[in-house]
C-alpha cells in the first residue's frame, strides 16, 4: 500500500504570504511570461534559432566549461552548424532519426543541437541500459545515423547483431581517450565533421515550436521502456520559465549539469536554463558524490540541476565545514522530498530551490516560482487532483460517474487537461499514448492526461508530491517498470512466473524493486547466482530489485491479473513474512538471504542504500 506522510500545518501555503509573492513575483516577471506564452501560441521559435540567437546577444560569453575545455556562444553554436552541415550532406531531413549513444560532453548537445536545426529527431538512449532493453529501444527508433561514443562502444556491440542494421543506416564512432581505434564499419564522426561550413543552416527557420527535437526514453507500464517525444517546446519553456524567471540566470552565472544527458532533467531543467540567461552550462562526465562540491567550485558554479536522489546523496555525506563555502545560490530539478528540504537548505547554505514537478511526457507541469519550502510550486494549466482509493488501487467517482477532487491537505491522483497549448504528444506507441489518457472525467467529452502520481493539495495552486502509482515506481532518480523487470525475472528459466513492485526503505528516495517469484525448482536448488547474472546482463542497476521473495504461489484477480496491494503492504517485513527472502546490500554484487539482524540494521539505516 502507498503510504502518505504526515501533512503538516506549516505545509500549507498561508494565504496572505501568497498574495505577497505573488503580486512582488508577477510585477518582476510578467512580460517574460507573457513573452513566452506568446513564442508557444505563434509556433515559430525553435530551439535552434534560440541557440543561434543566443551566439548574436552572448557572443563571447562562456557557453560551455568542461575539464579543460571552454566554449564561446559563438564558438558553440558554430560546431553545432558544422555537425548540422554535415547531416545535411548525408541527406538528413526533417522528420528522420539519429541515434546516440554518448557519455556527458559537449559533443553530446553540438549533435542534439544540430540534428534538432535541421528539423530531424535525436533518439537519446539511455546508456545504463543492458541488451535486452537497449536492443528494444534502438529497434523502437531505428536511426538514419547511429552515434556511439568509446566508453558506449562495447555495451552497442553486444547488440549489435540483434537490432537488424540495414545497409541503408549509417554508423558513426566518436572518439574519447583513444583507448580503441575507429571500429570496422563506423566513421569517425570528430574527423568528419571539422571541414564542413560554420554558419547557420537555412533549415532553422522551418522548425516549428511544436515540432519533436528528441526522442526520450521513459518506462511504461506496459513493458519495456516507452520513446516520449520532446518537442522544441519543452526547452523552449525552460529557456524563458526556468532559466530567466525561476533561476532568474544571467551570464554571471554557472549552471552545473552533471546528470545524464540523456535524461529530460538535464536537457531542460539544466540545459535550457542555463541558455535562457546565457549563462555557462558546465558540464560533468557523470555525478559523483566525493567529486560534486569540488567540482562546484572548480567551475565557480552559482547553481546546479538536481533529482532527489542527487540531494539524498549529499546530505548523506558526514558534514564539512566547507558545506557552505560555495557560490550556489538556487538549484532547480525534481524529487526533492520535503523531510530534508529545509536541512539540505541549510547545510549548503543554497537560497532558493527551484523545485518542479512534471514528466518526459506530461502536458503541463508544477515549478515552485514563488519559494516556498516544501512543494512542488504552482500550476498555470488546468489541472485536477482526483480522489483515489489507496487499498483498492482505483479512483473513486460519484454517482454520476464522474471523478472528484479532493479537498484541501488530501491527497488524491494528478491530472492534466488537454486542452489549448496543453497538448500530449505522445509516445511512438499509439496504444500507449491512449493509454495515458482519461476521457470524460468531470463532463462528458473532456480529456485529461494520467500523470500516474499521487499529489496532495496544500492550497494557493500549489502542491506536494506523495509518491506513483500503478505499475511503475521511482527509484535511483528513474522511473521503474514493473512490466519490464517481470519480462526478465520471467525468462529466467527457473522461474515460472514473478511479479515486481516498489518497497520503502526508511530514510530513502522512492522505492526500492522487490520481485515475488515462483520458482519452478525448490529454492535449495534455485541458481540464484544464475537469476543474478541474468538480471544484470539484461537490467541496468537501478532497475534490478533489491528485495526477493520466493513463493510458492501468487494470488490473482478474477481477469489473472498479479494481487500487489498485500505484497506491497507486506513489503520486506520478516517480522511478518515466513517466505524465503533475499537482499542485495549497498556495495555486495549478490544477494543474500535476509535474517532478522540484517532486517533490523535496514530498519536503522546501518545500510546506505
Same mark, same amino acid.
Given at each position: 500500500m502507498l503510504e502518505e506522510t504526515e501533512l503538516k500545518e506549516q505545509d500549507l501555503i498561508p494565504n496572505r504570504e501568497y498574495r505577497k509573492r505573488n503580486m512582488r513575483f508577477m510585477r518582476k516577471h510578467a512580460n517574460a511570461l507573457v513573452e513566452y506564452t506568446k513564442k508557444l501560441e505563434e509556433n515559430k521559435v525553435s530551439w535552434g534559432e534560440l541557440v543561434e540567437t543566443n551566439a548574436e546577444i552572448y557572443s563571447d560569453n562562456i557557453a560551455i566549461k568542461f575539464e579543460d575545455i571552454t566554449l564561446t556562444y559563438k564558438e558553440f553554436n558554430e560546431w553545432v552548424n558544422r555537425y548540422a552541415h554535415y547531416f545535411l550532406s548525408l541527406g538528413l531531413k526533417k522528420g528522420d532519426v539519429v541515434e546516440l549513444m554518448m557519455t556527458n560532453r559537449p559533443e553530446y548537445l553540438m549533435i542534439v543541437y544540430a540534428v534538432g536545426k535541421i528539423g530531424a529527431i535525436t /533518439?537519446? @538512449?539511455?546508456?545504463?541500459?543492458?541488451? %535486452?532493453?537497449?536492443?528494444?529501444?534502438?529497434?523502437?527508433?531505428?536511426?538514419?545515423?547511429?552515434? $556511439?561514443?568509446?566508453?558506449?562502444?562495447?555495451?552497442?556491440?553486444?547488440?549489435?547483431?540483434?537490432?537488424?542494421? =540495414?545497409?541503408?543506416?549509417?554508423?558513426?564512432?566518436?572518439?574519447?581517450?583513444?583507448?580503441?581505434?575507429?571500429?570496422?564499419?563506423?566513421?569517425?564522426? =570528430?574527423?568528419?565533421?571539422? /571541414?564542413?561550413?560554420?554558419?547557420?543552416?537555412?533549415?532553422?527557420?522551418?522548425?516549428?515550436?511544436?515540432?519533436?527535437?528528441?526522442?526520450?526514453?521513459?518506462?511504461?507500464?506496459?513493458?519495456?521502456?516507452?520513446? $516520449?517525444?520532446?518537442?522544441?517546446?519543452? %526547452?523552449?519553456?525552460?529557456?524563458?520559465?526556468?532559466?530567466?524567471?525561476?533561476?532568474?540566470?544571467?551570464?554571471?552565472?554557472?549552471?552545473?549539469?552533471s546528470l545524464p544527458l540523456f535524461h529530460s532533467n538535464s536537457q531542460g531543467a539544466g540545459c535550457g536554463s542555463?541558455?535562457?540567461?546565457?549563462?555557462?552550462?558546465?558540464?560533468? #562526465?557523470?555525478? &559523483?558524490? =566525493?567529486? +560534486?562540491?569540488?567540482?562546484?567550485?572548480?567551475?565557480?558554479?552559482?547553481?546546479?540541476n538536481y533529482i532527489g536522489e542527487v540531494c539524498r546523496y549529499l546530505m548523506n555525506q558526514p558534514p564539512k565545514p566547507d558545506d557552505v563555502e560555495n557560490n550556489v545560490r538556487v538549484v532547480i530539478g525534481a524529487g526533492l522530498r520535503h523531510e530534508i528540504w529545509k536541512d539540505f537548505k541549510e547545510?549548503?547554505?543554497?537560497?532558493?530551490?527551484?523545485?518542479?514537478?512534471?514528466?518526459?511526457?506530461?502536458?503541463?507541469?508544477?515549478?515552485?516560482?514563488?519559494?516556498?519550502?516544501?512543494?512542488?510550486?504552482?500550476?498555470?494549466?488546468?489541472?485536477? @487532483?482526483?480522489?483515489?482509493?489507496?487499498?483498492?488501487?482505483?479512483?473513486?467517482?460519484?454517482?454520476?460517474?464522474?471523478?472528484? #477532487?479532493?479537498?484541501?491537505?488530501?491527497?488524491?491522483?494528478?491530472? +492534466?487537461?488537454?486542452?489549448?497549448? &496543453?497538448?500530449?504528444r505522445g509516445y511512438t506507441d499509439k496504444n500507449a499514448t491512449e493509454a495515458k489518457i482519461f476521457r470524460n472525467v468531470f463532463k462528458k467529452g473532456d480529456t485529461w492526461f494520467n500523470t500516474g502520481d499521487l499529489m496532495r493539495d496544500i492550497g494557493n495552486n500549489h502542491a506536494q508530491f506523495v509518491d506513483r502509482l500503478g505499475d511503475t515506481f521511482r527509484w535511483k532518480g528513474h522511473n521503474i517498470s514493473t512490466t519490464e523487470v517481470e519480462k526478465i525475472i520471467n525468462s529466467f528459466d527457473q522461474v515460472l512466473f514473478s511479479t515486481a513492485y516498489g518497497v520503502k526503505i526508511p530514510r530513502t528516495e522512492g522505492r526500492a524493486g522487490m520481485a515475488s517469484i515462483v520458482p519452478t525448482v525448490s529454492i535449495e536448488d534455485f541458481d540464484l547466482k544464475g537469476l543474478t547474472d541474468h538480471l544484470k546482463k539484461n537490467l541496468p542497476s537501478y532497475g534490478i530489485p533489491i528485495f526477493l521473495r520466493f513463493k510458492s504461489k501468487l494470488a490473482i484477480t478474477a481477469t489473472f491479473k498479479l494481487k500487489k496491494v498485500q505484497l506491497k503492504k507486506e513489503g520486506f517485513n520478516f517480522e511478518n513474512i515466513d517466505d524465503p527472502m533475499y537482499v542485495m546490500l549497498p556495495g555486495e554484487s549478490g544477494f543474500t538471504p535476509l535474517k532478522k539482524n540484517i532486517y533490523e540494521n535496514i530498519l536503522n539505516q546501518k545500510y546506505v542504500f
Amino acid at each position: 500500500m502507498l503510504e502518505e506522510t504526515e501533512l503538516k500545518e506549516q505545509d500549507l501555503i498561508p494565504n496572505r504570504e501568497y498574495r505577497k509573492r505573488n503580486m512582488r513575483f508577477m510585477r518582476k516577471h510578467a512580460n517574460a511570461l507573457v513573452e513566452y506564452t506568446k513564442k508557444l501560441e505563434e509556433n515559430k521559435v525553435s530551439w535552434g534559432e534560440l541557440v543561434e540567437t543566443n551566439a548574436e546577444i552572448y557572443s563571447d560569453n562562456i557557453a560551455i566549461k568542461f575539464e579543460d575545455i571552454t566554449l564561446t556562444y559563438k564558438e558553440f553554436n558554430e560546431w553545432v552548424n558544422r555537425y548540422a552541415h554535415y547531416f545535411l550532406s548525408l541527406g538528413l531531413k526533417k522528420g528522420d532519426v539519429v541515434e546516440l549513444m554518448m557519455t556527458n560532453r559537449p559533443e553530446y548537445l553540438m549533435i542534439v543541437y544540430a540534428v534538432g536545426k535541421i528539423g530531424a529527431i535525436t /533518439s537519446l @538512449i539511455n546508456i545504463d541500459l543492458r541488451e %535486452m532493453s537497449l536492443a528494444h529501444c534502438l529497434k523502437l527508433t531505428p536511426g538514419k545515423i547511429i552515434i $556511439v561514443d568509446e566508453n558506449c562502444f562495447d555495451t552497442f556491440s553486444k547488440v549489435k547483431s540483434d537490432i537488424d542494421l =540495414s545497409e541503408h543506416q549509417l554508423l558513426c564512432f566518436f572518439p574519447d581517450q583513444g583507448l580503441i581505434p575507429t571500429p570496422e564499419g563506423f566513421i569517425d564522426l =570528430s574527423q568528419e565533421v571539422k /571541414s564542413f561550413p560554420i554558419d547557420n543552416p537555412s533549415t532553422t527557420k522551418d522548425v516549428k515550436t511544436s515540432d519533436t527535437i528528441t526522442y526520450i526514453f521513459t518506462s511504461g507500464t506496459t513493458g519495456f521502456p516507452k520513446a $516520449v517525444k520532446f518537442a522544441h517546446s519543452t %526547452m523552449v519553456a525552460c529557456y524563458y520559465a526556468f532559466g530567466q524567471v525561476i533561476a532568474e540566470l544571467t551570464p554571471n552565472d554557472t549552471m552545473y549539469v552533471s546528470l545524464p544527458l540523456f535524461h529530460s532533467n538535464s536537457q531542460g531543467a539544466g540545459c535550457g536554463s542555463a541558455f535562457g540567461g546565457g549563462a555557462s552550462l558546465a558540464i560533468g #562526465r557523470k555525478f &559523483s558524490v =566525493s567529486r +560534486f562540491w569540488d567540482e562546484i567550485r572548480k567551475y565557480n558554479a552559482t547553481a546546479f540541476n538536481y533529482i532527489g536522489e542527487v540531494c539524498r546523496y549529499l546530505m548523506n555525506q558526514p558534514p564539512k565545514p566547507d558545506d557552505v563555502e560555495n557560490n550556489v545560490r538556487v538549484v532547480i530539478g525534481a524529487g526533492l522530498r520535503h523531510e530534508i528540504w529545509k536541512d539540505f537548505k541549510e547545510r549548503f547554505n543554497i537560497e532558493k530551490i527551484g523545485e518542479y514537478y512534471s514528466a518526459t511526457e506530461a502536458v503541463a507541469a508544477f515549478a515552485n516560482m514563488l519559494n516556498f519550502d516544501c512543494t512542488v510550486g504552482a500550476c498555470i494549466a488546468p489541472y485536477a @487532483i482526483v480522489q483515489y482509493n489507496h487499498e483498492e488501487e482505483k479512483l473513486i467517482l460519484n454517482d454520476d460517474g464522474f471523478m472528484q #477532487r479532493v479537498e484541501l491537505g488530501e491527497s488524491g491522483l494528478l491530472l +492534466f487537461e488537454i486542452t489549448g497549448t &496543453s497538448y500530449f504528444r505522445g509516445y511512438t506507441d499509439k496504444n500507449a499514448t491512449e493509454a495515458k489518457i482519461f476521457r470524460n472525467v468531470f463532463k462528458k467529452g473532456d480529456t485529461w492526461f494520467n500523470t500516474g502520481d499521487l499529489m496532495r493539495d496544500i492550497g494557493n495552486n500549489h502542491a506536494q508530491f506523495v509518491d506513483r502509482l500503478g505499475d511503475t515506481f521511482r527509484w535511483k532518480g528513474h522511473n521503474i517498470s514493473t512490466t519490464e523487470v517481470e519480462k526478465i525475472i520471467n525468462s529466467f528459466d527457473q522461474v515460472l512466473f514473478s511479479t515486481a513492485y516498489g518497497v520503502k526503505i526508511p530514510r530513502t528516495e522512492g522505492r526500492a524493486g522487490m520481485a515475488s517469484i515462483v520458482p519452478t525448482v525448490s529454492i535449495e536448488d534455485f541458481d540464484l547466482k544464475g537469476l543474478t547474472d541474468h538480471l544484470k546482463k539484461n537490467l541496468p542497476s537501478y532497475g534490478i530489485p533489491i528485495f526477493l521473495r520466493f513463493k510458492s504461489k501468487l494470488a490473482i484477480t478474477a481477469t489473472f491479473k498479479l494481487k500487489k496491494v498485500q505484497l506491497k503492504k507486506e513489503g520486506f517485513n520478516f517480522e511478518n513474512i515466513d517466505d524465503p527472502m533475499y537482499v542485495m546490500l549497498p556495495g555486495e554484487s549478490g544477494f543474500t538471504p535476509l535474517k532478522k539482524n540484517i532486517y533490523e540494521n535496514i530498519l536503522n539505516q546501518k545500510y546506505v542504500f
